[in-house]
């Protein structure tokens, strides 16, 4: 069991910046990847980033070069560096951790934080 903790977000006007905090704890040891995903209403959440164990990340096309996430050494915190946000990034963002236990993948996420981007 893996358990999240969210914290960030906010109201902000176009062109701002925000960043979200994500703290695991648990079995933080069977952790393969930790990220953040997105859903606006009426869409599908979709992957903003993630990282992997070994430090791979990866970006939605539509935040590359304005997002920025990265990690602590002790790879149980996730920070997502929002830059030059649009209203199209307005959505409720979750943090996600899956696992891997005796070959077994599993999906953790955090409670949601609210992102509004808008004059």
Request: aromatic letters at 8%; glycine letters at 12%; hydrophobic letters at 35%.
């Amino acid at each position: 069991q893996v358990q999240l903790v969210e914290s960030g977000g906010g109201l902000v006007q176009p062109g701002g910046s925000l960043r979200l905090s994500c703290a695991a704890s648990g079995n933080i040891f069977s952790i393969l990847t930790m990220g953040w995903y997105r859903q606006a209403p009426g869409k599908e959440r979709e992957l903003v980033a993630a990282i992997s164990s070994g430090g791979s990340i990866v970006y939605a096309d539509s935040v590359k070069g304005r997002f920025a996430l990265s990690g602590d050494n002790a790879k149980d915190k996730v920070y997502l560096q929002m830059n030059s946000l649009k209203p199209e990034d307005t959505a409720l963002y979750y943090c996600n951790v899956r696992t891997i236990v005796a070959l077994t993948p599993s999906d953790y996420w955090g409670q949601g934080t609210q992102v509004t981007v808008s004059r």
